[in-house]
């Protein structure tokens, strides 16, 4: 069943707030989570079709939950999310994770506070990286909700140089600028870091 069929869920903090215990509940696959959320951010424009990606810590474990590679995101089933470990092996499902796994696994080996994690194609954010500007707390909720965004140099997607870039730069932030790819945003669980890109693109789209 895909999730266009499934009941909907209005994109508010209260639906969305699905915690990292319960994404890594034993027994399955999170059934319609990070389907129903890529639907969402599909909607409003943060990923396109074949672009963007989330993913959720498995508890006391070095694996993940993550959308796979190659597939249209809004019309992910809940069955295509797959498991890998922080090494990139496929642990369950039947589709290729999506290739920036690599960075996921950096953020979650350096942030252990980090429950989630999402990347979007956002359009106001991506064009404020190509344009070689990092995003400014320019409003009180940009400065309380995000501080300063740093805009970290280009590297190939899915590379071994990009989680390299992106663990380096990390720290205690919240969301990082990649150069013409989007943008990379944390959380406790997938509610926050959903919210810490959607106000990344809302200042992005301030400052422009």
Request: proline share 6%; aromatic share 4%; hydrophobic share 45%.
């Amino acid at each position: 069943m895909r999730c266009a069929e499934q009941q909907q869920i209005k994109p508010s903090g209260e639906n969305l707030g699905i915690g990292v215990r319960e994404v890594g509940r034993a027994g399955g696959a999170p059934k319609g989570l990070g389907c129903q959320i890529l639907a969402i951010l599909h909607r409003r424009g943060l990923v396109s079709g074949f672009g963007g990606n989330l993913s959720a810590r498995i508890p006391n474990a070095e694996e993940m939950w993550i959308t796979p590679s190659g597939l249209y995101k809004a019309e992910l089933s809940p069955e295509d999310v797959v498991k890998v470990s922080f090494s990139g092996e496929l642990l369950e499902g039947a589709h290729r994770p999506s290739i920036e796994w690599r960075f996921h696994a950096a953020i979650y080996r350096r942030r252990p506070d980090v429950g989630a994690v999402a990347h979007t194609h956002s359009p106001f954010a991506t064009g404020l990286g190509l344009a070689g500007a990092s995003l400014k707390p320019v409003t009180p909720e940009a400065s309380a909700v995000l501080g300063e965004v740093p805009l970290l140099p280009y590297a190939d997607p899915g590379s071994e140089e990009l989680a390299r870039i992106i663990a380096e730069n990390i720290g205690v932030r919240r969301a990082l600028l990649l150069r013409g790819h989007g943008v990379v945003a944390v959380g406790r669980d997938l509610a926050e870091a959903v919210a810490v890109a959607e106000t990344v693109e809302e200042i992005a789209l301030t400052m422009l």
